[in-house]
């Protein structure tokens, strides 16, 4: 069975940094592409940043900003977030898709992130 569990979220100034970490199980990790999404409040589900193996891919909204990595030893995914904005608030969500089937597409619960003065 499929588990991602996020954590590391919580609330910061604008200026400031956050790591998030995703716990994976269930699936053979080091052979997926493993991707980091945003959630603002009223809006629809954004892709951030996906890793596969060692080739990082990001949105322009955090290209220079956010670093995303990965652990295959310890199943474990990270997303490295400086110079944090309040456009940057959003409930970040850990992605993995497994198959070919929309029921291969797994999120975890999601980890709240606060950007404000």
């Known amino acids: 069975q499929v588990q991602l569990v996020e954590s590391g979220g919580g609330s910061v100034q604008p200026g400031g940094s956050l790591r998030l970490s995703c716990a994976a199980s269930?699936?053979?990790?080091?052979?997926?592409?493993m991707g980091w999404y945003r959630e603002a409040p009223g809006k629809g589900r954004d892709w951030v940043a996906s890793?596969?193996?060692?080739?990082?891919r990001y949105a322009d909204s955090v290209k220079d900003r956010f670093t995303i990595s990965r652990d295959n030893t310890k199943n474990m995914l990270y997303l490295e977030m400086k110079n944090l904005q309040p456009e940057d608030t959003a409930v970040y969500y850990c992605?993995?898709?497994?198959?070919?089937?929309?029921?291969?597409?797994?999120w975890g619960q999601g980890t709240q992130v606060t950007v404000s003065s």
């Open positions: 992605n993995v898709v497994t198959g070919l089937s929309s029921r291969d597409i797994h």
């Open positions: 269930g699936f053979p990790f080091s052979q997926l592409t």
């Open positions: 890793i596969r193996n060692a080739d990082p």
